[in-house]
């Protein structure tokens, strides 16, 4: 059984908390956060010490993981941190905020022993599709279109400074809340390797520094044509759409379901609440760190990561064609 400590209470958090009651082999043992209302919401519910400095924290033999659930700006330092003191890692993403912080820990001793949280890779619909890709049924990839309409208001930015600012959030709507989205574009069809990107902030101009709007045209490996646009400038959140176009048909996958044609070949287990469009993988992916030593590591997550970062590079020079390196 091991003992995991979460490292940040605020909007993540209470996710992993509940997740982690469903897992034989893990044991929510601590909270750290430096706010200490959170820590005395989360020890309200649940049975555990708490830490209000990580470095005093990552002291405690008694720990055996970490789950770095805090703003981004803090990842790369926590997960170093973690790594140098023998503990186990499950790190929300982005693994990293920055290009050249993602290249240094690509070179952390023991840096592919964290689990990185893409854990709609693990819906069912998402593995159906990995499965009817990989046996060839519809011919190879030619195109996959991503679509996210959400909606992120200014009471939502005003709940945490760390929130809409270049230097402590890294972006916007991109890097934040649709990296998923890409992200199982990208592990449908074999990884990215050019692209032309745009962003702007159509709704909260007076109110965030990044991006609540961005496009982008890709390339994938295998030369297919990629389209992804997402938003939190919409009114409400409707589920992310993907559609993957093959030589023989089409696949769709859509409001937790997986369409092809007009049959409905598979449904997700959808979280409950007003996000369920989040899916429900947390659980599992735990699961299988710890239990079964399963999980996605940083070379799992490396093209992801550039790909992001490279699309910002795109966008912040007026959409100029990028490699994915």
């Avoid at 002291?59 to 997960?79: F, G, R, W």
């Avoid at 949280?117 to 996959?144: H, M, P």
């Avoid at 297919?224 to 409400?236: D, L």
């Avoid at 959140?237 to 696949?251: A, M, Q, Y």
Wanted: glycine share 8%.
């Amino acid at each position: 059984m091991k003992n995991v400590c979460i490292v940040g209470y605020g909007a993540i958090g209470p996710v992993h908390a509940k997740a982690l009651s469903e897992v034989d082999k893990a044991t929510f043992y601590a909270v750290c956060d430096i706010d200490e209302s959170r820590i005395k919401t989360c020890k309200e519910k649940y049975d555990v010490i708490s830490y209000v400095d990580y470095a005093t924290m990552l002291e405690d033999s008694n720990i055996d993981a970490v789950h770095i659930c805090t703003p981004h700006y803090l990842h790369y330092e926590m997960v170093k941190q973690a790594l140098e003191k023998g503990k186990g890692v499950i790190c929300e993403k982005p693994l990293a905020m920055k290009s050249d912080e993602f290249e240094a820990m690509l070179k952390l001793p023991n840096i592919d022993k964290v689990a990185v949280v893409f854990q709609n890779r693990l819906n069912a619909c998402v593995e159906k599709i990995k499965s009817i890709l990989a046996d060839g049924t519809y011919g190879d990839i030619k195109g996959i279109r991503g679509l996210v309409t959400w909606c992120r208001s200014e009471e939502y930015y005003n709940s945490a400074d760390w929130r809409g600012k270049w230097a402590t959030e890294g972006g916007g709507v991109l890097i934040n809340q649709t990296i998923h989205t890409l992200d199982l574009m990208g592990y449908f069809a074999g990884g990215f390797k050019l692209l032309k990107a745009n962003m702007t902030n159509f709704s909260l101009d007076d109110i965030i520094e990044v991006e609540d709007t961005f496009t982008a045209c890709l390339r994938m490996q295998n030369d297919a044509k990629a389209i992804f646009f997402a938003t939190n400038a919409y009114s409400s959140n409707s589920f992310p759409d993907i559609e993957i176009v093959c030589e023989k048909g089409t696949l769709h996958y859509t409001d937790g379901k997986l369409l092809i044609g007009d049959e409905i070949v598979c449904k997700d287990t959808l979280a409950t609440g007003k996000k369920s469009y989040w899916g429900k993988g947390h659980a599992r992916l735990f699961h299988n760190y710890y239990s079964e030593n399963k999980y996605f590591n940083i070379y799992d997550a490396e093209n992801t990561m550039k790909t992001v970062y490279a699309m910002y590079e795109s966008a912040k020079n007026s959409g100029k064609e990028i490699y994915v390196k």
